[in-house]
C-alpha cells in the first residue's frame, strides 16, 4: 500500500530531477507498493550512481536531512543522503554495494539502471526497477518475506496477463 502522499512525493522528485538528465530509478517498498505487491510503503528510496546522488544533493537541497556523502554500513556501501519531503523521508543511494549475509559485497545493483522500466501515473513517468530486479536483490540480501511477497507478485501479473 502507498499514500496518496508518497506519491506526490514521488512526482515531486520525479519533476525535479527530470530536467538534468541523472540516471536513476525509485526502488525499494515504493516500488513494490506501485506494481502491486503487498508492502507498505513508508519512505522513498532512489538508486543512482555517485554523479547522480551527488547532483540530486544540490537539486534536493532545500530538503536535506543528511548531506549526500560517501557512507558505509555492516549492510551497505554507497554515496547516500537523506531529504525529507511534505513530511516523507527520501533515501539516495549511489553506487550502491550491498553486503549480503555471508560478507560477501554484490554490486550487481548499479545494473539495474541499465534495466529500468517506467511507471505511469497520471502524466508523470516513473524510473523504477522491475520486480524481477527487486526480487534478486532482497533475495541476495536474505530478505526472504519481501522476496517470497514479490515472487507472488509476479507469479500473479504472469498468470493474469
Known amino acids: 500500500m502507498i499514500s496518496k502522499e508518497n506519491i506526490e512525493v514521488t512526482k515531486i522528485i520525479t519533476e525535479k530531477l527530470s530536467h538534468d538528465n541523472i540516471n536513476w530509478a525509485l526502488i525499494g517498498s ?86 529500468k522500466i517506467y511507471f505511469q501515473i497520471d502524466d508523470t513517468e516513473i524510473p523504477i526497477i522491475s520486480l524481477d530486479q527487486e526480487y534478486k536483490a532482497y533475495s541476495r540480501q536474505g530478505k526472504e518475506k519481501k522476496a517470497q511477497k514479490i515472487a507472488e507478485r509476479i507469479t500473479f501479473q504472469a498468470t493474469n496477463s
Open 30 to 115: 515504493s516500488n513494490l507498493a506501485l506494481q502491486g505487491v503487498d508492502v507498505r510503503a513508508h519512505d522513498i528510496d532512489i538508486l543512482t550512481d555517485k554523479e547522480g546522488a551527488l547532483r540530486i544533493g544540490k537539486l534536493l537541497k532545500e530538503f536535506t536531512k543528511e548531506e549526500v556523502g560517501y557512507k558505509e554500513s555492516e549492510k551497505f556501501r554507497s554515496y547516500f543522503g537523506k531529504f525529507i519531503i511534505n513530511g516523507i523521508d527520501v533515501e539516495i543511494m549511489g553506487d550502491l554495494l550491498v553486503v549480503n549475509p555471508s560478507g560477501d559485497i554484490w554490486d550487481e545493483t548499479t545494473n539495474f539502471l541499465d534495466k
